[in-house]
C-alpha cells in the first residue's frame, strides 16, 4: 500500500490559494447582492412608512375640510386637540394665519395650491416634516405630520443590516471554507497518489470516490488513463522483449556459422558466406518492419494524405505472386476502388497480407477487391492450413504467430500481421482474421473510400 506523502509548502500554497480563490469571490459575491438588497430593503420601507404617512395626512385633511365646512364662521374654531400627532393650520386669502396647532403657527412660507412633500420646516424635536396644503373657499389648509418614526424605523433597520450582513458573510465565509475544502479533499488526495505513481509501477489506481459528480469521473477517467498506460508499457515491455530474442537468435547464428567457419576452414567458404548473407537479409527484414512500426506508433502514417487506387496495388501484388510459379493467383474478382492516405503504407500493408498467404498457401491464394457501402474491401485467402480460432487475434500481436509458424524457417518475422493491421487503423479502417467457407485463411482489409 503507497505510503502517505506530504504535499510541499508549494503544493500547500496552490491549494489553499485555490480554496482562498473561491471562498473569496463568493463571499464578495454574497456581499454584493446582500448589500443591494439591503439597500432596496430599506429604501422600500422608507416609501412604504412615508405612503402611510400621506395616506393619514389625507385622511386628516380631509375631516378638517368638513368641519370647516359645516362650521357657520370664520375662522371656524376648530379643536386643536384632537390627533395631536398631526400638525395643522388654516390661513386666509392673504396668507395671514387664522388658527392651528400650537407647534405649526410660526411656520411661514404658505401657498395656495395642493402640494404634498417634504419641505425645510421641522417640527419641535428637529425631525422633518411631510406638509399637504390643500385650498379652501376663504384661504388654505394645511395639514403636516413630522417624519420621526419613519426615519427611526429606516435608521434601525439599516443599523441591523449593517451589522447582519458582515455576520452573514463570515458565516458564510467559515461555511464555503469548510465545505470547499471537503470539496478538494478527494482532488488532494488523487494529487497525492499520482505523485507516487512512476514507471515501475502502474497497477495502482488513485482513489475513486463514489457518486457520478465531476470528482469522481474525474478519478474514473485518471484510473482509465493510468489503465492505458498500463497496458502500453507492457505491451512496450513484451516488444522490446520480443525483439531482443528475434535479434539476438540470427545474430547468434550468423556469429556460430563465423567462429565455426574460422576454427575449421573449409575448402568452399561460400557456404558460410551464404548463410550468413540469409540472417543478414532477415535481420534487414526484422528492422524495416520494426521502422514501420516505429512510425505506426508514432502517427507518421496517418500523416500521409493522397489517392491511392487499391486495385493498382493488388494487382501488383498479384503479378508478383504469379512471378513466383508456384502458386495459382485468383484476382478476376478485383474491381476499382479508390481510398485517402500514405501509399507506400497501404502497399506495405498489402503486401504483409500477401506474403502471409503466400507462405501458408499449398496452391492458391485468392484476392478479391470491391467496394461495400462507404468501404474499401480486400479479402485474401489461402487454401492452407488456417488459423485455429483460439489464435486468430493473437496472430495479429506482435511477434505473435500461430503455434504451427514459431519457427524461423516460416520466413515471417511475426510482425507483419500486426504492422498491417496497425496502417489500416491508421487510416481508419481495419484487418480482421475471417472464418473460411472451406478451410485456409481469409484476412480482410477495410479502408474509407475517397470522398467523390
Do not use: K
Not at 237 to 247: G, K
Not at 343 to 359: H, K, P, T, Y
Amino acid at each position: 500500500m503507497a505510503a502517505d506523502v506530504e504535499p510541499s509548502w508549494q503544493e500547500r500554497s496552490v491549494r489553499g490559494t485555490l480554496r482562498l480563490r473561491i471562498t473569496a469571490l463568493a463571499v464578495a459575491i454574497a456581499v454584493v447582492v446582500l448589500t443591494i438588497t439591503g439597500v432596496l430593503l430599506v429604501s422600500a420601507q422608507h416609501g412604504l412608512l412615508e405612503a402611510q404617512v400621506d395616506h393619514a395626512l389625507i385622511d386628516r385633511a380631509d375631516e378638517l375640510e368638513t368641519e370647516i365646512t359645516a362650521a357657520d364662521r370664520w375662522p371656524p374654531g376648530l379643536d386643536t386637540t384632537a390627533d395631536p400627532d398631526i400638525l395643522w393650520l388654516i390661513y386666509d386669502d392673504e396668507a395671514n394665519i387664522l388658527e392651528g396647532t400650537g407647534p405649526l403657527v410660526s411656520f411661514g412660507g404658505v401657498s395656495t395650491g395642493q402640494v404634498m412633500g417634504r419641505t425645510e420646516g421641522t417640527d419641535e424635536e428637529g425631525y422633518p416634516l411631510r406638509v399637504l396644503e390643500r385650498g379652501l373657499a376663504r384661504g388654505g389648509l394645511i395639514v403636516a405630520a413630522d417624519l420621526e418614526d419613519v426615519l427611526i424605523s429606516t435608521r434601525t433597520l439599516t443599523e441591523l443590516l449593517l451589522v447582519a450582513i458582515p455576520l452573514v458573510a463570515l458565516v458564510l465565509a467559515a461555511l464555503l471554507w469548510w465545505v470547499v475544502g471537503r470539496a478538494l479533499r478527494p482532488v488532494e488526495a488523487i494529487r497525492a497518489e499520482v505523485a507516487t505513481i512512476g514507471g515501475a509501477d502502474l497497477t495502482r489506481r488513485v482513489p475513486q470516490p463514489p457518486g457520478d459528480d465531476e470528482i469522481a469521473r474525474l478519478a474514473r477517467t485518471m484510473n482509465d488513463m493510468l489503465g492505458r498506460l498500463q497496458d502500453a508499457t507492457e505491451r512496450q515491455r513484451r516488444f522490446v522483449a520480443d525483439a531482443s530474442h528475434e535479434l539476438r537468435t540470427p545474430i547468434t547464428r550468423m556469429r556460430a556459422q563465423l567462429e565455426v567457419e574460422l576454427a575449421h576452414p573449409t575448402d568452399d567458404p561460400r557456404r558460410a558466406l551464404i548463410d550468413a548473407l540469409g540472417e543478414t537479409t532477415a535481420l534487414q527484414g526484422l528492422a524495416a518492419d520494426l521502422l514501420d512500426l516505429a512510425r505506426a506508433d508514432g502517427g507518421a502514417v496517418a500523416a500521409v494524405r493522397q489517392p491511392v487506387d487499391l486495385d493498382d496495388l493488388v494487382l501488383a501484388e498479384a503479378a508478383r505472386l504469379r512471378s513466383g510459379g508456384r502458386l495459382r493467383v485468383d484476382a478476376s474478382a478485383v474491381s476499382a476502388a479508390a481510398v485517402v492516405g500514405d501509399r507506400s503504407a497501404i502497399a506495405r500493408a498489402i503486401g504483409n497480407l500477401v506474403d502471409n498467404a503466400e507462405r501458408h498457401a499449398l496452391s492458391r491464394v485468392t484476392l478479391d477487391l470491391a467496394e461495400h457501402a462507404t468501404m474499401a474491401r480486400l479479402v485474401v485467402a489461402d487454401d492452407g492450413p488456417g488459423v485455429p480460432a483460439a489464435q486468430r487475434e493473437r496472430i495479429f500481436e506482435r511477434f505473435g504467430r500461430a503455434d504451427d509458424a514459431r519457427t524461423r524457417g516460416g520466413g515471417g518475422t511475426g510482425l507483419g500481421l500486426a504492422i498491417a493491421r496497425e496502417i489500416a487503423r491508421a487510416h481508419g479502417g481495419d484487418v480482421a482474421l475471417h472464418a473460411p467457407y472451406d478451410g485456409g485463411a481469409r484476412f480482410v482489409l477495410e479502408l474509407p473510400l475517397a470522398p467523390d
